[in-house]
């Protein structure tokens, strides 16, 4: 079955410091898609990044990172110096093929940045 | 360009009662879904649409009802509402599979059942 687990349900940190936010997932599909997305405070989520199970590469934009590791199952997101902006909860997500594609979400881990 | 709207924003029902959640698109997108949203268990999807006038069930579908008469708009009813289904409900439009594009979302309805 396919599973994505996110066992932070909640990190606090400060200013500045660095952060991982965890995503496992489990798939027996040779082709998938992972995402991250974000949702602050005001409700909406927004997309961050997709990444297809070819491609292990890992991404950096800004302070955000990701790194994919297939033979982990892994698919963790590191915020380097983080700032109060990023406060939000944080979702890993699952695309798979089932006669169509589907996604299916982490539960969410909860990020607080103190000043 | 206003993305993904829906309607209303906030809605109280009292158990019985029915309703319809409102989700438009102004990008052209194929592909819509309706998910919700409860604390520790992140979004699940309850029905999605891959086009006009076509709709499937999704992880959660029942209590729930859903109609794509036009590409632009995607219906959410609830024909007898229960407490179970307080939650809030994301719509979400991508432009084709979700496998390969991501999922843009509207800012979500607060639904309380009482």
């Known amino acids: 079955a396919q599973k994505v687990t996110q066992a932070q349900t909640e990190i606090s940190v400060v200013e500045k410091e660095d952060v991982t936010l965890d995503c496992v997932y489990e798939?027996?599909?040779?082709?998938?898609?992972l995402f991250w997305y974000k949702q602050p405070p005001s409700g909406e989520l927004v997309f961050l990044i997709r990444?297809?199970?070819?491609?292990?590469q890992n991404e950096i934009s800004g302070r955000y990172s990701w790194n994919f590791q297939k033979s982990t199952s892994s698919f963790n997101f590191t915020i380097t110096a983080s700032q109060v902006v990023d406060s939000a909860v944080y979702f890993c997500?699952?695309?798979?093929?089932?006669?169509?594609?589907?996604?299916?979400f982490g539960a969410g881990t909860r990020l607080f940045v103190k000043a | 360009n206003a993305g993904v709207t829906q309607t209303p924003k906030f809605r109280v029902l009292k158990t019985g009662q029915s309703m319809t959640l409102l989700c438009a698109q102004d990008?052209?997108?194929?592909?819509m879904y309706w998910y919700r949203q409860d604390p520790g268990m992140g979004l699940r999807l309850i029905h999605y649409?891959?086009?006009?006038?076509?709709?499937a069930k999704g992880e959660v579908p029942d209590g729930y009802n859903v109609s794509r008469l036009k590409k632009q708009n995607f219906l959410l009813g609830l024909e007898s509402a229960a407490p179970s289904q307080t939650s809030v409900y994301f719509c979400?439009?991508?432009?084709?599979?979700?496998?390969?594009?991501?999922?843009?979302f509207g800012p979500g309805t607060r639904l309380t059942v009482l």
């Open positions: 979400a439009s991508s432009p084709r599979t979700v496998g390969e594009n991501e999922q843009f």
């Open positions: 990008m052209n997108h194929e592909y």
């Open positions: 798939t027996r599909d040779t082709t998938y898609y």
């Open positions: 649409s891959v086009g006009e006038g076509t709709t």
């Open positions: 990444r297809n199970s070819f491609d292990e």
């Open positions: 997500a699952l695309s798979y093929y089932t006669g169509g594609f589907k996604t299916i």
